[in-house]
């Protein structure tokens, strides 16, 4: 191989099997852990138990290596064409309240807090977080109007922020008496926060 292959190669992939999903994984829990101030590339080595070489690999800094860690997991709230705004809103729901209720997911909720009480801008990861959750949401009611099961004048956001207000309070609520977050207890309560919901568009 000469120079020039490898200049056009570049950045590649880590070359140990599984290592880049327990680096992305590492990221996320040193991410719940540490905050942004205290995100270092450093520690994410420590904690997947690979060398910073390994990471560098794949990602130049911090930002691009927590941007693809939360790229990866907000793919659990998948956009799910159910035939239904009620379908499509239950799956909204389950995928929202499943993602605040797992440990790693939690971590997304704090990006959301720290950069809205920063004073200055924080990395390119927090874009991350609110873009892929604004195209789901924004796919359901396009659908939905197109089907005829709503007016032009309804605000998506204006009603999701039911979804997003009610899986935060549930699993706050579960996190303060140290309960666990049973299957049973988040479905009950995504088909009541759905019910309400529809009731206000009708």
């Known amino acids: 191989m000469t120079m020039g292959d490898g200049a056009r190669r570049g950045r590649g992939r880590p070359r140990s099997p599984g290592a880049e999903e327990k680096i992305l ?7 719940t852990e540490h905050g942004w101030s205290g995100f270092t590339m450093d520690g994410v080595a420590r904690r997947s138990g690979f060398g910073k070489s390994t990471l560098y690999l794949r990602w130049p800094d911090k930002d691009t290596l927590l941007t693809e860690a939360v790229r990866r997991r907000t793919r659990t ?24 209720a797992d440990p790693e997911g939690w971590a997304g909720f704090r990006m959301v807090v720290e950069t809205a009480s920063a004073s200055q801008a924080l990395g390119g990861f927090t874009s991350e ?9 924004e796919a359901v009611f396009r659908r939905a109007r197109e089907r005829g099961e709503i007016g032009a004048r309804i605000e998506p956001f204006a009603v999701t922020d039911l979804i997003y207000g009610a899986a935060l309070f549930f699993v706050l609520g579960r996190r303060l008496d140290h ?20 009731g206000g568009l009708r």
């Open 77 to 100: 709230v998948a956009e799910a064409d159910t035939g239904s705004l009620r379908g499509d809103l239950t799956a909204l729901a389950t995928g929202v309240f499943r993602e605040f």
């Open 25 to 31: 994984q590492a990221a996320l829990e040193e991410y």
């Open 129 to 137: 977080v609110s873009g892929s959750h604004r195209e789901v949401i």
């Open 179 to 198: 309960r666990e977050v049973t299957e049973e207890d988040l479905s009950t309560r995504v088909e009541q926060v759905v019910e309400v919901m529809l």
